[in-house]
């Protein structure tokens, strides 16, 4: 079967730098997305990976291993207003996106 | 990113109702819309695909008599949860198919309780 992995939660501090993992198994691979979602509102997009290595844009940044099935979402210099769930999502051979339960982040003053 | 409006944004209905959740895609024409589901603490679950002018595809486990979706223009897909019951209560989240290789847009969702 298919499946992503992350933590269910994590806290960190104001103004610090928190990384979310993400392990993934699944029947192919065709690009790997970093989505925010605060509480009662849809997803938006933050990043795409589809090759190897580090994409930055601003304070946030994310990381792509194709051969550990692994990637990371850093986010830098946090906010209150980051306070919200990342969701890792996958899309498969068939280009379905395939998506973890995504990792609740609370940020404390 | 596209724009997508999807309405109500929630509705409480009585067991046995059916509601309609209406999504319209403003910018561009969605040949193929994605419907998912999310209960609290969980990941979005794909339920359906529609596609314009044709029958929805359902994913295993979900009821097609039950969740009804047309798809009858390039702008508009609805979902009609029909006799909705408590367990029907969760965050629905219409999604157009922008192609293979872009990142996914959505609409705003809507929180359906059943009462």
């Known amino acids: 079967g298919q499946n992503i992995d992350q933590p269910t939660e994590m806290t960190a501090t104001e103004g610090a730098i928190v990384q979310i993992n993400c392990t993934y198994q699944?029947?192919?691979?065709?690009?790997l997305f970093w989505y925010q979602q605060h509480a009662g509102e849809a997803p938006t997009f933050l990043s795409y990976n589809v090759l190897d290595g580090l994409e930055e844009k601003g304070r946030f940044s994310s990381f792509l291993s194709r051969s550990k099935g692994y990637s990371y979402l850093l986010l830098k210099e946090l906010q209150m207003k980051d306070s919200a769930s990342y969701l890792c999502?996958?899309?498969?051979?068939?280009?379905?996106?395939?998506w973890g339960a995504g990792t609740k982040l609370i940020i404390k003053p | 990113g596209a724009v997508v409006s999807q309405h109500p944004s929630w509705v409480i209905c009585k067991s046995g109702t059916s509601v309609k959740i209406e999504c319209r895609s403003l910018?561009?024409?969605?040949?193929?819309m994605f419907w998912y589901r999310q209960f609290p603490k969980q990941s979005l679950m794909l339920m359906a695909t529609?596609?314009?002018?044709?029958?929805?595809?359902?994913e295993q486990g979900v009821e097609k008599d039950k969740f009804l979706i047309n798809h009858a223009s390039l702008t508009l897909s609805t979902l009609t949860v029909t006799s909705a019951h408590p367990e029907d209560s969760s965050f629905y989240i219409c999604s157009p198919d922008r192609g293979m290789n872009t990142e996914a847009f959505f609409g705003q969702g809507t929180r359906l309780t059943v009462v």
């Open positions: 699944t029947s192919g691979f065709n690009g």
């Open positions: 999502a996958v899309k498969d051979s068939n280009y379905q996106l395939i």
């Open positions: 529609s596609n314009e002018g044709s029958k929805a595809t359902y």
């Open positions: 910018d561009f024409q969605a040949t193929t």
